[in-house]
Every structure is written in structure tokens, then in C-alpha cells.
């Protein structure tokens, strides 16, 4: 073999590219372009002229100078950064060694409990809610199919980049797939519906903050005041679940009346200066309206384990009020006569499933989360457990609080759209709970903030910081959103089953569908089956969307 058919051997170190070829003692600088490493030794895929281009470049560098000498090496602009081992052959294929940054990837248990963490978010507050709008019965089989459903639709993103062909699609996210697909249309509509879910999310945090924030302060109060609270709306003895407003109907939100109800009455000054919906949104602008004008968000990314300590106290909490209240569930099929008759079977169901899109929602960001995955053959089977872990949570949560809710003496239909609302500020457990979310949130919401801004001002002027006007005015924006309807329409399940429809209705049923679609036509594997079940999951889409509007 001789000097020009050997096999150069390319590693990156510290940031300097060599490779080891001829001479043992000089190291001469190499680069491949990611789209023209193969993963395997069955592929031929050629050079390409651009790579060609740049050999010969780094080549010329290398005759320059001795092995000793670093004057005359090849600036930074000339060799690209590429963080890959890899085997590099004239004959035209470069080799990519596996196991070079292994180090970086996660195994599958920790991938698999990091979807869980990103799922759960405040969605779990309100399942127990859409259990009672469903229907017992109903609310089981509507949590199962859907977590069916809309994990078939992560599958189908995840897989989205495996189906273009002679490209690399390493780096490249679902925006990246719709544009390709279909153009800026379908870049500027995943953008506008993540951006939907982001603001929702946002929004309701807001509302939640502030109900937080409230009785939090309650509690306070109460506490440094002596004075004992009672509730004046009904309770079960001494493990105490109110009825906010018990003769309201099911149907309209009834979290608003609590600000000054609920509990017992303290004082005038301090209820007229600390109301759920009239102060308490406003005092938030305070201190959370500054944190978005922040360059960076990567303080607040350090708090994110708060989350999971957060749903780990929840499901602690739910267990223990369950453990002490018992279940009360007394089914009667046609008789809806009797005061605690629980229905199996309710018309508004499609109320649930709007609240499970964006319960199941990970769409947008599941190809990231499975890059990090250190066993990629393996990522099919680990979104499937984070799936059922999720959906598990949801159904334990969810069907804990529905069965345990004391009825009699209060009904089935008191239970509030954030399950919290159903126990006093009074309750010390539950005032931990309030409290850690309260800080999780206020870690979190400067973190969406900054999601939405990369996402906005990146596309609008490709800078994720083009002035502080600019971030300024959105911030305002998505601020005073969160304010109007926390003063107005503070009621978290009807703002999570419109932004989860609305957002789910394009990133889960519509887009990855049709790109499959489309996939399968282009290769000519398109039948009649698949487009029959596709088809029939964008209509299933666009009915859930309807339904929150009708229902």
C-alpha cells in the first residue's frame, strides 16, 4: 500500500484536529463535513467536492511547517469545529468510530424519567377535574386512548428526520422537518402552534401563581393573626375538603369566588389588599417581569429539579388525603336522582381530551431529549415507558382525588378545575405543596419566557436578543395575557383544554400525519390503510378543537 491509499486516523482533542498518517511524529489537520460520515461499513457514501476542497487546503497547511513549528498552522476558520472520532479513507468514505463521546449520552433509565419530568407539569392539577367532565368510566378510557394516540404521534416525529433521504439530519429539529416538507408554511406554522403551547403554559402559570401566592398568604396570615378558620361552605370533619360555591353549575368555574370566601373572614384592610383575582396578579408584575429581561435563562435552568420534587410531593400528598378521606364512590346508571350519584358517562368528555394533548404534549422537543440517548436503537422502546410512567401518574393522580372526594356530604361536582382549590388555605399540607410550586414556577416561568423569545425574535431578526425595547415589549405582552386572565377568567382547565387543542390540533395530529404521509408518497409505499388511520387522526384532531368550542 502506499503513502496516498493509507487510512488516516482524525481525533479531536481540546479543540485541535490532527491526523496520523506518514510520519508517526507529525499530526496533520483533517475535516469531514458531518453529512459526509456513514455510520456504517455497508454505506458508500462519496466526498464531496466542498470536502475535497478543504483536504487539500489543511493538506497544503501541513507542508508548510514542521511538526514542531505551530507558527504557520491552519487558523480556526479554515477547520470547522466537529466534536467526532472518526476514519477517514481517500478512497472516498469517511468512517464514523463509535463510542467517541459516549460520555455525553444518558442511559435509558434516565431518558426515560427525563420525558416524565418535562410531561408533568401543571396539566396533573386539572385531571381529576376532566375525570368528573368525562365521567368516571369514560375519564379512564379517555386517559388510556389518548396517551395511546398522542404517543403514536411522538413516535411518528421522532422518526421524521429517518425519512429524508441524502441528507444529514443530525442537527435538525421538527421545525426543520416541516419546512422541508412544506416549505415556510410549515416552518411559520410549527413555530406559531409551539408558540401557542409556550404562551398557554404561561398564562396559566400565571393564574396558578397567583391563587398560590394567595392563599400562601392566607396561611400566613391566619397563623400570625391565631386565627382559627372554618369553612363555611361545607366540610367532611377533620380532614376538610370544601365545596367553594356547591350549588354553581359543574360547568362554570368557580375558583374566582374564593378570594374572599373561602376560609374564614380575616380582616377588611387585608382581604381588600390581598384578593385572588383583584391584587395578587398585579403584585406578580413585580418580581417576575424583571426576570424575563434577563440576556441568559441559565440560572433559573438550575432549579428545574424543583419540578420533580414537586410532582413526588403531590403524589405523596394525594395518597395520604386519600388514605385518610377513604373512597366514596357510589355508581347508579340511570338514577341521577341521588345526591351523590356518580355517572359514568358524561357529554362533556371532550373537555379531558383537550386537557390530555397538552398533558401528552412533548412533541415539539422529543427529538432533542432523545439525542442525549445513549442507546439510540433503544429510543422507541424508552418514549413507550416514559409514555405509560406519564400516563400511570395521571391516572393514579386523577382517580385518587376523584374516588377519595367525600361525597357525602359535598358532590362530585365540586371538585375545582385545580384540585388544590378543593382544601382550605388553612391545610398545612397542602400549604407545602402550594409553596413548593410557587417557587418552582416563579423558576419556570423566566425559563418559557425565554423559549418563547429564541423562538419570536429569533425568526423575526435572528437574534435572540436583537435590544432590550425589542425583548421589553414582548415581555409586556406575554405579561399583561397572563394578568387579564388571572384578573378576568382565572380557571386553568378551560385554559388548558383550548391551548392544548389548539396547539395539539397542528404539532400532534396534523403536521406529524401528513409528513408520513407525504413520506410514504414520495417513495411510492403509500396505502390505502395507512392514509385511511392518518386521515382519520387529523379529522380526530380537528374534532377535539371543535368539541372545546361546542362543549
Known amino acids: ?60 497547511y501541513s507542508r508548510l511547517t514542521g511538526s514542531s513549528d505551530r507558527l504557520l498552522a491552519p487558523p480556526d476558520h479554515v477547520i470547522p469545529s466537529l466534536e467526532d472520532i472518526y476514519v477517514y479513507s481517500p478512497l472516498g468514505t469517511a468512517f464514523k468510530v463509535q463510542g467517541g463521546d459516549s460520555t455525553a449520552k444518558n442511559p435509558s433509565i434516565v431518558t426515560i424519567f427525563a420525558i416524565w419530568n418535562t410531561m408533568m407539569g401543571t396539566s396533573i392539577l386539572s385531571i381529576p377535574w376532566g375525570i368528573k367532565q368525562a365521567g368516571f368510566t369514560l375519564g379512564i378510557i379517555i386517559i388510556v386512548l389518548m396517551g395511546l394516540l398522542t404517543l403514536y404521534c411522538c413516535y411518528r416525529v421522532l422518526k421524521s428526520t429517518k425519512s429524508i433521504p441524502y441528507m444529514d439530519t443530525s442537527d435538525w429539529e421538527f421545525p426543520d422537518v416541516c419546512k422541508y416538507y412544506f416549505g415556510a408554511f410549515g416552518k411559520w406554522s410549527s413555530l406559531i402552534f409551539s408558540l401557542v403551547s409556550l404562551v398557554g403554559a404561561m398564562v396559566v402559570y400565571w393564574v396558578l401563581m397567583s391563587n398560590f401566592l394567595f392563599n400562601t398568604g392566607k396561611f400566613i396570615y391566619n397563623y400570625v393573626h391565631n386565627v382559627s378558620s372554618s369553612d363555611i361552605f361545607g366540610t367532611n370533619g377533620t380532614d376538610r375538603v370544601i365545596c367553594p360555591y356547591p350549588d354553581v353549575d359543574p360547568d362554570w368555574n368557580s375558583s374566582s369566588l374564593l378570594n374572599d370566601v373561602s376560609g374564614n373572614s380575616t380582616g377588611l384592610v387585608f382581604d381588600l389588599w390581598w384578593s385572588k383575582t383583584n391584587t395578587i396578579p398585579f403584585y406578580l408584575i413585580a418580581l417576575l417581569l424583571p426576570l424575563l ?21 403531590l403524589i405523596f400528598l394525594v395518597t395520604y388525603k386519600a388514605f385518610r378521606l377513604g373512597f366514596h364512590l357510589e355508581f347508579h346508571w340511570f338514577d341521577s336522582s341521588n345526591q351523590i350519584f356518580v355517572p359514568e358517562f358524561r357529554p362533556l368528555f371532550v373537555q379531558l381530551s383537550g386537557v390530555l394533548t397538552l398533558a401528552f404534549f ?30 400511570l401518574t395521571y391516572l393514579y393522580v386523577g382517580v385518587l382525588i376523584f374516588a377519595a372526594f367525600p361525597s357525602p356530604p359535598l358532590s362530585k361536582k365540586c371538585i375545582e378545575p385545580n384540585f388544590l382549590d378543593n382544601f382550605p388555605s388553612s391545610d398545612v399540607l397542602v400549604f407545602v405543596a402550594r409553596t413548593f410550586l410557587l417557587f418552582q414556577m416563579t423558576t419556570v416561568y423566566p425559563l418559557l419566557g425565554y423559549l418563547v423569545r429564541v423562538q419570536l425574535m429569533g425568526q423575526l431578526f435572528g437574534d435572540h436578543y436583537p435590544g432590550f425595547l425589542h425583548v421589553f415589549l414582548l415581555n409586556v405582552l406575554v405579561v399583561g395575557a397572563g394578568v387579564v386572565t388571572a384578573r378576568f377568567y382565572p380557571n386553568i382547565g378551560s385554559i388548558i383544554r383550548y391551548s392544548g387543542a389548539i396547539c395539539g390540533l397542528a404539532l400532534v395530529f396534523v403536521l406529524p400525519s401528513l409528513i408520513h404521509m407525504v413520506s410514504l408518497r414520495r417513495r411510492g409505499e403509500l396505502r390505502w390503510p395507512s392514509a385511511l388511520f392518518h386521515g382519520l387522526l387529523i379529522l380526530l384532531g380537528g374534532a377535539n378543537l371543535l368539541g372545546q368550542f361546542v362543549m
Request: charge should be neutral; aromatic fraction near 10%; include cysteine.
Open 293 to 313: 429581561n434577563f440576556r441568559s435563562a441559565s440560572f433559573f435552568a438550575r432549579f428545574t429539579f424543583l419540578g420533580t420534587i414537586s410532582v413526588i410531593y
Open 362 to 391: 412533548i412533541h415539539n422537543c422529543v427529538i432533542t431529549l432523545m439525542k442525549s440517548n445513549r442507546h439510540q436503537e433503544n429510543n422507541v422502546r424508552d418514549l413507550s415507558l416514559a409514555y405509560l410512567l406519564v400516563g
Open 1 to 60: 500500500m502506499d503513502e496516498d491509499s493509507k487510512p488516516l486516523l482524525g481525533s479531536v482533542r481540546a479543540g485541535e484536529y490532527y491526523t496520523d498518517s506518514l510520519d508517526p511524529k507529525q499530526r496533520r489537520p483533517f475535516h469531514v463535513e458531518p453529512r459526509n460520515i456513514v455510520e456504517d461499513s455497508s454505506a458508500q457514501e462519496r466526498v464531496s467536492a466542498e470536502a475535497a476542497v478543504l483536504s487539500s487546503r489543511v493538506h497544503y
